[in-house]
């Protein structure tokens, strides 16, 4: 398998280096998600991107997109991600999963109404997946939704909801027929988070960042030509979003990012008058970490070059979010290694790297069970790709 990139995607991959160089600057520092941030500067950013038809350069023109190819867009995810571009807390739900579905599973008017939407950055989505009492056995799901009239009535409650208080919209798992099989019986539904019933409640993380919210629904009426897919067949819809979800290349490039940010400080740095990064245990963890992020890079390269030939990946998608959250995990456990007592300090003047890696090793915690847990991948990639029972 060859993945070497063709003159036209390495001036493309540079043509978006150069946009974000002179955007960003080398050194951008994203502020986080804190508690109550004003996301003007965000959203001003979103309207350049777009305008640019860079939120969605792989869809089809006639969506808003510049139909480059997954190739390009996996080129643009790396690009933007390795230099922090800030987008993807207010895009991403829309750009890489629920845009990609309707495209597969949408009617005619909903791809219409949705699509442009959220090409142009003015529809914001959040993902109603996990509850309280489902996380990785997703399909045991409770939030309820039945047929009234031209409306589906919904109530329950969702949870970990990744940037909801952002979001306009949301795209959402529901029990349409209990009695069913559990994998069976549940429909995908969209719906606008204005909705009488819809009530969202802010979850700070320890790192003092408002990025997750839970969200209870009381009587919420959607309409039913806000169904996506089949009438109790939303599990394979739901299943087809988390293939993309698990496939990006961001986990990757943002563990190479930090990677490569700590040998540079750890080349500039002395300790006892040595560099540090001549000490062989440390130059030892940095090679380990980097070999992780090549391998973790080739592995999503694999599966955008699937996406690229109208295949699905499956496995192939469980085995590069296993790399991407699992090596994003090592990294911030290194860095706050390799920066000694500094790097447990997450702000002052005694914190090292701004106190990147102290919030990070925090933030990663979940990486491993958000979006399936690594036991889920794993399971996945023994079934499904090596046929284990």
Not at 78 to 85: A, C, G, K, L, V
Not at 276 to 301: F, H, N, S, W
Not at 351 to 380: C, F, H, V
Request: one cysteine or more; charged letters at 25%.
């Amino acid at each position: 398998m060859d993945f070497s990139f063709t003159p036209e995607e390495e001036a493309f991959r540079a043509e978006v280096r150069e946009w974000l160089l002179a955007e960003l600057g080398p050194d951008f520092h994203d502020s986080g998600m804190v508690y109550g941030k004003d996301w003007s500067f965000e959203r001003d950013y979103v309207k350049r991107l777009a305008k640019k038809g860079w939120l969605v350069p792989a869809w089809p023109k006639e969506y808003g997109g510049l139909a480059l190819g997954i190739v390009k867009q996996t080129i643009f995810q790396e690009e933007m991600t390795y230099y922090r571009s800030p987008h993807g807390h207010l895009t991403g739900n829309g750009t890489s999963l629920i845009g990609p579905i309707l495209m597969v599973y949408g009617t005619d008017e909903q791809k219409a109404e949705q699509l442009p939407l959220i090409a142009s950055g003015e529809r914001l989505w959040a993902q109603g997946f996990s509850e309280p009492n489902s996380g990785s056995d997703l399909a045991s799901l409770e939030c309820r939704a039945v047929m009234d009239g031209d409306d589906f009535v919904v109530n329950g409650t969702k949870i970990w909801t990744s940037s909801g208080h952002l979001a306009d919209w949301m795209f959402i798992l529901v029990r349409t027929d209990p009695d069913a099989p559990k994998h069976r019986g549940i429909s995908f539904l969209i719906f606008d988070m204005k909705t009488p019933g819809v009530s969202i409640h802010p979850l700070v993380d320890m790192a003092g960042e408002h990025v997750i919210n839970q969200e209870f629904f009381e009587d919420v009426r959607v309409p039913k030509a806000n169904l996506v897919g089949e009438y109790n067949r939303g599990w394979y819809v739901g299943a087809a979003l988390l293939d993309f979800e698990r496939s990006g290349i961001g986990r990757v490039a943002s563990a190479r990012r930090r990677t490569d940010d700590l040998v540079a400080f750890a080349k500039q740095a002395r300790v006892n008058g040595a560099r540090l990064i001549d000490q062989p245990a440390v130059r030892a963890k940095l090679t380990e970490r980097m070999i992780e992020c090549v391998a973790g890079r080739y592995l999503c390269y694999r599966v955008a070059s699937m996406q690229e030939a109208g295949l699905i990946p499956n496995q192939e998608a469980s085995m590069a979010k296993l790399i991407g959250s699992e090596t994003q995990q090592r990294v911030a456990r290194t860095g706050t290694e390799v920066l000694g007592i500094h790097g447990q300090l997450l702000d002052g003047p005694a914190a090292k790297l701004r106190g990147d890696y102290a919030r990070w090793y925090m933030d990663t915690i979940p990486q491993t069970i958000e979006s399936g847990s690594s036991e889920i991948q794993r399971n996945i990639i023994a079934t499904r790709g090596l046929g284990l029972p």
